[in-house]
C-alpha cells in the first residue's frame, strides 16, 4: 500500500522561526540598515522573534536549566533573550559577509593546534557557536587544501533552497558545501576526501533529522548531580574511527562587534578498543562531551545557538 502523501504546510509556516521569509526579512534589513543603526533593528528582530516563537524560547530556557539550575525562571527568560541577540548579531555579520563586505575581524587562539593539522587529512569538530558560515571559507583559505563543510539541511524546503542559494556564493575549487540530506553515501564521500588529505568541518553539538546518535549520560550543570541524556551524532567519531583521522576541536566566538575569536584545542583520536569499536566511540565522544564541549558551552553560553532541547533528564 502506498504512504500517504503528506499534507501541505500552511503558507504561515514560511513567516516561522525557521520559514524562509523570516530569514530573508532578517538579511534585507541586515543589507540595507545603516551601521549606526544596526544595533536597533537587531533588537527590533530579536525581540519579535524571541516573543513569537515559543518553541525556541522555552527550548532555550530548558538547555540553561540543565546547565545552571541555579538560576531562577526570571534570569533564565532573560538568558534565553540574551543567545538570540547574539544569534542575530551574527546572522546579520554573515549576510554581510556573503555579499562582499569585509567587515569581521578576526583573532586566533590556540594556533599551534592548528598549525598541527597534517597533510593526511583532518576533522574539524565543533558546535552551533559564533558564525559557523563565515569562519568556514576563511579555513579554506588559511589552510591552502580542500575543505569540506558538512550542514544539516533546513527544515522547509523554501527556506533549504534559498540558503543553498545563499551560500552558493561562497564555494570554490577549494571550498565545498556538503549537506547530510540522509544521504547514506555522504560518509563514504567525506571519508574518501579525508584519503585525499582534504579537511571535513562537522558540528557535533545536536542530532537532526534521520542520522546516526550517540546517546550519553552526562551531568551538564557543575552545580547539580543531576544526569541527563544528551544525543550527538555518531558520524564524525565513526569517520575518524575508519580514516583514521584526527579529530581537532575548533569553536568560533563573538567576542564584540564584528569580532569574533577562533578558539582551537588539542587534537584527538577515536581509536578501536580491543577491536570493539564502539567502545572507542564511546571514549571519544565522552572526552568531546565532557572535557571539550561542555566546559566551552558553561562559559560561552550566550552563543550556544542549539535552538531545541539538548538534554533529556533521565530518572533517579
Not at 556564493?169 to 553515501?185: A, E, F, P, S
Request: hydrophobic fraction near 45%.
Amino acid at each position: 500500500m502506498a504512504e500517504p502523501s503528506p499534507q501541505p504546510r500552511s503558507f504561515l509556516h514560511r513567516f516561522s522561526a525557521y520559514g524562509d521569509l523570516t530569514l530573508k526579512f532578517q538579511a534585507w534589513g541586515a543589507r540595507v540598515c545603516p551601521p549606526y543603526l544596526e544595533p536597533l533593528y537587531i533588537a527590533f528582530y530579536s525581540s519579535v522573534l524571541f516573543l513569537i516563537a515559543a518553541p525556541v524560547r522555552n527550548a532555550l530556557m530548558a538547555n540553561l536549566e540543565a546547565l545552571f539550575p541555579e538560576r531562577g525562571w526570571l534570569q533564565r527568560f532573560q538568558d534565553a533573550y540574551r543567545v538570540v541577540w547574539n544569534f542575530s548579531f551574527t546572522v546579520a555579520d554573515a549576510t554581510r559577509a556573503r555579499h562582499g563586505e569585509n567587515i569581521i575581524d578576526w583573532e586566533l587562539d590556540g594556533i599551534e593546534h592548528l598549525e598541527a593539522i597534517s597533510d593526511s587529512g583532518a576533522i574539524l569538530l565543533t558546535a552551533h557557536m559564533g558564525n559557523y558560515d563565515v569562519a568556514a571559507p576563511l579555513f579554506a583559505q588559511k589552510l591552502s587544501r580542500p575543505f569540506n563543510a558538512v550542514r544539516a539541511p533546513e527544515r522547509h524546503a523554501e527556506t533549504q533552497a534559498w540558503m543553498e542559494e545563499q551560500l552558493a556564493t561562497q564555494g570554490n575549487d577549494h571550498y565545498h558545501i556538503r549537506y547530510n540530506k540522509n544521504d547514506r553515501l555522504l560518509g563514504l564521500e567525506l571519508a574518501q576526501s579525508i584519503g585525499r588529505g582534504e579537511v571535513v568541518a562537522i558540528q557535533g553539538d545536536r542530532v537532526m533529522f534521520d542520522v546516526a546518535l550517540f546517546p550519553l549520560d552526562i551531568q551538564p550543570s557543575e552545580r547539580s548531580d543531576d544526569t541527563y541524556r544528551f544525543r550527538l551524532p555518531k558520524g564524525p567519531f565513526v569517520l575518524a574511527q575508519v580514516t583514521g583521522a584526527p579529530i581537532h576541536p575548533v569553536f568560533i566566538l563573538r567576542t564584540g562587534w564584528r569580532r569574533y575569536r577562533i578558539k582551537a584545542l588539542p587534537a584527538f583520536h577515536c581509536k578501536a578498543q580491543a577491536r570493539d569499536r564502539e567502545a572507542g566511540v564511546e571514549i571519544a565522544a565522552r572526552h568531546w562531551v565532557d572535557d571539550v564541549l561542555l566546559p566551552v558551552v558553561r562559559e560561552h553560553w550566550t552563543q550556544w545557538f542549539v535552538f531545541e532541547s539538548a538534554f533529556e533528564k533521565t530518572e533517579a
